[in-house]
T-cell receptor
């Protein structure tokens, strides 16, 4: 197992364009999370999935953001009509999700850095 | 509303000495606390955790202390090594099911 994989690692786009990020979690993990991190801040929760069900969304996740996890495997995070304020590191993480405290230990990917010009 | 506060953005320590990183929280529902370490260009990695039923948890050079009455926890690293230079995040949770809430982090620099 190679851990949590995220692609692309870096995306530069012009304002108004759509971008999509992909996350491949650890195979036996049934929970998958998306976080956003900006300079000088800790990771901020965006949304998470239990298998293919999206269980919670942060108010940070505007209507321009959509996340999917078809078949409970990989996940995509799409940002439509990007704005300069969307520039950030988008982190994906996965966990066992068995309901025990240990299940809340997240394994993060290296992140996808978005730069909106 | 900041539920987690790491009031020291940075900390510089000499190699071999003790590093103490602090974290304060406001939500008394938090009952499990994790520390993550982040190197540049990498995602955060889990370091150590503590349940609210304990006041101390030790793992090698790393020890986390929890003071529930003060809603305060601290991470001690002793002896500090240059490879410990990273950003450290405090991340509490409750019920074992909720997404982690992260502090802003403390950048630790260990000087050889």
């Amino acid at each position: 197992d190679t851990g949590v994989s995220q692609n692309p690692r870096h995306k530069i786009t012009k304002r108004g364009q759509n971008v999509t990020f992909r996350c491949d979690p650890i195979s036996e993990h049934n929970r998958l999370y998306w976080y956003r991190q900006t300079l000088g801040q800790g990771p901020e929760f965006l949304t998470y999935f239990q298998n293919e069900a999206q269980l919670e969304k942060s108010r940070l996740l505007s209507d321009r953001f959509s996340a999917e996890r078809p078949k409970g495997s990989f996940s995509t995070l799409e940002i439509q009509r990007t704005e300069q304020g969307d520039s950030a590191m988008y982190l994906c993480a996965s966990s066992l999700g068995t309901g025990t405290y240990r299940a809340n230990v997240l394994t993060f990917g290296a992140g996808s850095r978005l730069t909106v010009l | 509303d900041q539920q987690v506060k790491q009031n020291s953005p940075s900390l510089s320590v000499q190699e071999g000495r003790i590093s103490i990183l602090n974290c304060d929280y406001t939500n008394s529902m938090f009952d499990y606390f994790l520390w993550y370490k982040k190197y540049p260009a990498e995602g955060p990695t889990f370091l150590i955790s503590i349940s609210s039923i304990k006041d101390k948890n030790e793992d090698g050079r790393f020890t986390v202390f929890l003071n529930k009455s003060a809603k305060h926890l601290s991470l001690h690293i002793v002896p500090s090594q240059p490879g410990d230079s990273a950003v450290y995040f405090c991340a509490p949770s409750y019920s074992g099911n909720t997404p982690l809430v992260f502090g802003k982090g403390t950048r630790l620099s260990v000087i050889a």
